[in-house]
Structure formats: C-alpha cells, structure tokens
C-alpha cells in the first residue's frame, strides 16, 4: 500500500500543480487542479493512517471526486463556463460527511470486519456506504453522457477529429473512474462477507487514482476549452438563439426565424463558396470559419445542412475532401503521390477518418478505388 500512496502523492500534486500554474488558466483547468491536490492529501492522510484514524471517523474526500469530474467535463464543453451558485449543490454530500466525520471522530465507525454489526453506528455505516456508492455511479454515468451528447454535437460544427474534440480520452477515464471504485465496492463486499481484511479495498481506488493524476498531466495539461479554442463562441447570444431553435418547442428548428428564401439563398452562397474557394482543404476547418466568410449565423448553417441537403457539417465538408482525392486520383500531377500524402492534401487529418469517411462515399477502400481507376481503361 505505502510504495502506491507515495506515488499518488507525488504524481497527483505534480500534476496539480502543473494544470495550476498553466496559461492561460481556464475554468476547467483550476477544477482539475483542485480535485488533483485532493487526490494527494486523501493520500497523505492514508500515509498517516494513525494520526488520521484519532482526528477523523471516516474518509470524505472521495464524495468531491464524481462532482469535480462532472463539472470538468460540463466547462470543457460549455461555450460560455461560469461557476454559479447551483454548482455548489453537488458538494452537499461532502459537507454532510465532512461534519459527520468530526461528529463521530471519537468512534471507529468504519470497519469491515464488523460492518453490518447491529450498534449505535448501522445507520451511518449503510448511509455512508450507499451515498459513496451512489455518488460514484450517479456522476461516472452524467459525466458519459455528456461526453456522447458532445461527441454527436461535433459533427455539426467541426469537419475533423482529433483527441482534443473528441474527447475520447476523457472517456476512458470516466469509464476507468467507474471501474475502479466498482472494483473497490466488490473487494470490501468479499471482505464484509468472507470476513478476510487482509486485502485493503482502498488499495483499488489509490491505484487507479494515480493513473488518473498521470493522465491528467498528460492529456489534461493540453487540453483546450473545446469551443473558444476553434472559435465557436458568438456574440450577442446566437447560442442560446440555436438552442431554442432546436428544442424549445420540441420541433426542431420551428423557432429559428430561418425563411424558405433565405435558406434557398444561404445555400447557393454555401455551395458556391465551396466550389469557388476550396475552404475544405483546410485541415481544420470549422462552421464557424464558414459563418465568418459568408456573414450567416452558424444555426442557420446548421439548419440549412440539416433540412436541406440531410447531412451534418463533417459529412458535408469531407465529401467534397473525398471528390478532391478522386480528381488527384485522376490527374497524372499527382500519380506519385500515396494516398495518405493524397488525402493531406485534400484536407484530411488524419489516415483513419480518410479510409473511412471515402469507404462510406464510394463504397470502396481508397486503394481498392485507385486500382479500380488504373484498371478500368484496360477493360
């Protein structure tokens, strides 16, 4: 156990302490930052086991973890993050537990070798063990929602992918998040049962937050405000004018204010800069790049992909990407090139999305697609 606590506390005020001092400092970031340097003192008071079992009942530090790791995850994808008053809400198990712990600091109420032992105490044991265990599973599933909401939304707005947007990394952790304590509640039920301590429970959760702290020093020190990073932040409430517009009376789009004559005329202009002006070679273009060039509000953008060519913003972009390759494919200018230094020049990112994305247009692997061009003259 000790070899893993000196590690944690290292690692995790470290990398606390990196995402503190990182520029600029976001709202995000002082979250992760604050919930890393709990990490490492729920850490130092495990290392002090003795001293830590006479001044507190219980440990209540980890009721902070599911909460800061919702609220991350909400500000990293919120296109305006402010921390108000209702985010303080999710911290009242821990107060609860925090003055508990002191309450009851003369009591030695948790113990697994006596845990359903009918004392004074059974309340508080069943209460504390349920919250945890409630906390932990309420969060890590809110936390992967939002990541799958977000990671559908992206495709409306951005024409690549990278781990950045994506996320998928930040899903890992939560899914490992949950994982982990699923394994510690399983190793303390065995303990309850079989009535063997020799196995800390605990040893689960200290493990596998290390390997959160390490992850967030790495993919949590780079990680951007999702939105304001690639500009997707408009003046004067445009967002909250798109949100209504798609939900507020169930009916999407209804109250959006967009004209059939508008619309016929926004995608002319659409269609027209895409053809002229090639802005999907950009490797990382975005909608907001588009609603910028052509002066229309990006929910108009949207709507207009949406309703009249059914296609989101990543379809739209990187179909053209894809027609660009086969023209290239075409020209001898570029018979030399490989189909990776192909799809880079056409504006993809990335080999994986490339294969794909021209796999779903054609019906063909870009290979399978270039032999089939050469060999067709033949036949």
């Not at 060519?309 to 570029?334: C, H």
């Given at each position: 156990m000790e070899p893993v606590?000196?590690?944690?506390?290292?690692?995790?005020?470290?990398?606390?302490?990196?995402?503190?001092?990182?520029?600029?400092?976001?709202?995000?970031d002082r979250i992760m930052a604050g919930w890393l340097f709990l990490i490492s003192l729920e850490m130092i008071f495990a290392l002090s086991k003795e001293y830590y079992q006479q001044l507190l009942a219980f440990t209540f530090i980890p009721f902070t973890y599911g909460p800061l790791m919702y609220l991350y995850t909400k500000f990293?994808?919120?296109?305006?993050?402010?921390?108000?008053?209702?985010?303080?809400?999710?911290?009242?198990?821990?107060?609860?537990?925090?003055?508990?712990?002191?309450?009851?600091?003369?009591?030695?109420?948790i113990a697994l070798d006596h845990?359903?032992?009918?004392?004074?105490?059974?309340w508080l044991r069943i209460t504390y063990g349920i919250s945890f265990f409630v906390s932990i599973t309420v969060?890590?599933?809110l936390t992967f929602d939002l990541i799958r909401k977000h990671q559908r939304k992206i495709r409306d707005l951005y024409s690549f992918t990278s781990e950045k947007i994506t996320l998928n990394w930040l899903k890992v952790v939560s899914i490992s998040f949950s994982v982990t304590y699923l394994a510690m509640f399983i190793a303390g039920a065995f303990n309850m049962i079989s009535g063997d301590t020799s196995t800390n429970p605990l040893l689960f959760s200290y493990i596998g937050l290390t390997l959160f702290a390490f992850a967030?020093?790495?993919?949590?020190?780079?990680?951007q405000e999702i939105y304001k990073h690639y500009g997707i932040i408009e003046k004067g409430g445009e967002n909250e004018k798109e949100q209504k517009g798609i939900s507020g009376s169930g009916v999407k789009y209804q109250r959006s204010g967009l004209k059939e004559t508008e619309a016929r005329k926004y995608?002319?202009?659409?269609?027209?800069?895409m053809e002229e002006e090639k802005p999907y070679l950009n490797g990382e273009l975005s909608i907001q790049d588009l609603t910028v060039r052509l002066n229309i509000p990006r929910h108009y953008l949207t709507q207009i992909l949406n309703e009249k060519l059914k296609k989101n913003f990543y379809t739209f972009?990187?179909?053209?990407?894809?027609?660009?390759?086969?023209?290239?494919?075409?020209?001898?200018?570029?018979?030399?090139?490989?189909l990776l230094a192909l799809a880079l020049e056409a504006g993809f990112n990335s080999k994986s999305s490339f294969n794909n994305i021209f796999k779903n247009y054609t019906g063909y692997t870009p290979s399978?697609?270039?032999?089939?061009?050469?060999?067709?003259?033949?036949?």
């Amino acid at each position: 156990m000790e070899p893993v606590l000196y590690i944690g506390i290292v690692q995790s005020f470290f990398a606390g302490l990196m995402i503190a001092t990182k520029k600029p400092q976001q709202l995000h970031d002082r979250i992760m930052a604050g919930w890393l340097f709990l990490i490492s003192l729920e850490m130092i008071f495990a290392l002090s086991k003795e001293y830590y079992q006479q001044l507190l009942a219980f440990t209540f530090i980890p009721f902070t973890y599911g909460p800061l790791m919702y609220l991350y995850t909400k500000f990293l994808f919120s296109e305006k993050p402010h921390f108000g008053w209702k985010n303080w809400l999710h911290f009242i198990p821990f107060v609860v537990f925090f003055v508990l712990t002191f309450v009851y600091r003369q009591e030695k109420v948790i113990a697994l070798d006596h845990y359903f032992e009918h004392d004074k105490l059974l309340w508080l044991r069943i209460t504390y063990g349920i919250s945890f265990f409630v906390s932990i599973t309420v969060y890590s599933v809110l936390t992967f929602d939002l990541i799958r909401k977000h990671q559908r939304k992206i495709r409306d707005l951005y024409s690549f992918t990278s781990e950045k947007i994506t996320l998928n990394w930040l899903k890992v952790v939560s899914i490992s998040f949950s994982v982990t304590y699923l394994a510690m509640f399983i190793a303390g039920a065995f303990n309850m049962i079989s009535g063997d301590t020799s196995t800390n429970p605990l040893l689960f959760s200290y493990i596998g937050l290390t390997l959160f702290a390490f992850a967030f020093s790495i993919y949590g020190y780079k990680q951007q405000e999702i939105y304001k990073h690639y500009g997707i932040i408009e003046k004067g409430g445009e967002n909250e004018k798109e949100q209504k517009g798609i939900s507020g009376s169930g009916v999407k789009y209804q109250r959006s204010g967009l004209k059939e004559t508008e619309a016929r005329k926004y995608l002319k202009q659409l269609l027209k800069l895409m053809e002229e002006e090639k802005p999907y070679l950009n490797g990382e273009l975005s909608i907001q790049d588009l609603t910028v060039r052509l002066n229309i509000p990006r929910h108009y953008l949207t709507q207009i992909l949406n309703e009249k060519l059914k296609k989101n913003f990543y379809t739209f972009v990187n179909e053209y990407r894809v027609k660009e390759v086969i023209q290239m494919m075409n020209d001898s200018q570029y018979k030399n090139y490989t189909l990776l230094a192909l799809a880079l020049e056409a504006g993809f990112n990335s080999k994986s999305s490339f294969n794909n994305i021209f796999k779903n247009y054609t019906g063909y692997t870009p290979s399978e697609y270039r032999e089939k061009k050469v060999l067709l003259p033949e036949s």
